[in-house]
């Protein structure tokens, strides 16, 4: 993980999508704020860390914080390694709506609380849907939310949700929470995702960034309650993951 100096940005490589305008394009700082969507976007400030050609920018679009590249490439795969006996003991499996649909991403949980959907509702609980608890949420990821959040209150629940090829995630918004003021801390690991931001009702006007292995997202204050949703996935865009696909593990204070 980087700490940040102070330093100039200059040249920093991202892959943004909307309506079209930009789509894997190296873009100057200037270039950027001078794009026709400036409304949406803001720079927390000039702060970058950089390692060989990656470099962590921060990035506020319409109240999500986005750490692009804050993971380096070891620490995204310490983190895959962290999480192997996690799957063993808490099996992914896939959940269905309450309406009996069953939903594309696979996932499973660590902590004392796992994320759970099926034709009861969706909801927080105790134990896997196979029986026994949750595992452990592990120390390395627990520090990601130290840091971003500088919170002492722990997550009680690290929901891990795996895209395979074809795999999406519809609009929605992260309420089965009891207290809203604690943020959500989003990790992304493996192939690129199109991430796209609602507002806190549904439908009206969206906005789109693709999210690389390692990037992070906090979903706190006004964004808390936005909707966001996973369009695609762009399969085998990266080498972290021997099978392809995406993890994305979502911190949260569920009770």
């Known amino acids: ?23 894997g394009v190296t873009r ?19 702060d970058t860390v950089r390692n060989g050609e990656s470099a962590m920018t921060q990035l506020l679009l319409r109240g999500f914080d986005i750490r692009k590249c804050y993971l380096e490439t070891s620490a995204q795969s310490a983190l895959v390694d962290v999480l192997r006996p996690i799957l063993k003991s808490a099996p992914l499996f896939h959940p269905t709506t309450p309406s009996g649909k069953k939903m594309s991403v696979r996932m499973t949980s660590a902590g004392e609380l796992g994320w759970v959907s099926d034709k009861n509702g969706y909801r927080y609980q105790g134990k896997h849907p196979k029986g026994g608890v949750w595992p452990a949420i592990p120390e390395e ?17 690290c929901l891990i949700n795996y895209y395979g090829e074809g795999t999406r995630m519809g609009m929605h918004q992260d309420k089965d929470e009891v207290d809203f003021s604690w943020p959500v801390v989003s990790v992304s690991l493996g192939d690129d995702a199109l991430f796209r ?12 960034i693709w999210l690389g292995s390692g990037d992070v997202v906090i979903m706190g204050g006004p964004a808390r309650l936005a909707y966001h ?15 392809g696909g995406r993890i994305n593990l979502t911190l949260r204070v569920a009770t």
Do not use: H
């Open 197 to 208: 931001i609602g507002n806190t009702t549904r439908g009206g006007k969206t906005e789109s």
């Open 229 to 243: 949703g996973i369009d695609r996935i762009r399969f085998g865009s990266s080498r972290l993951l021997p099978k």
């Open 141 to 157: 990821i627990m520090t990601i939310w130290r840091d971003v959040t500088g919170s002492e209150r722990a997550p009680d629940c």
């Open 28 to 46: 100057g700082l200037q270039a950027f704020r001078n794009a026709a969507f400036r409304e949406s976007w803001t720079f927390f400030d000039n």
């Open 1 to 23: 993980m980087a700490s940040l100096p102070r330093s100039d940005l200059r040249e920093w490589l991202y892959t943004i999508a909307r309506l079209g305008v930009y789509k």
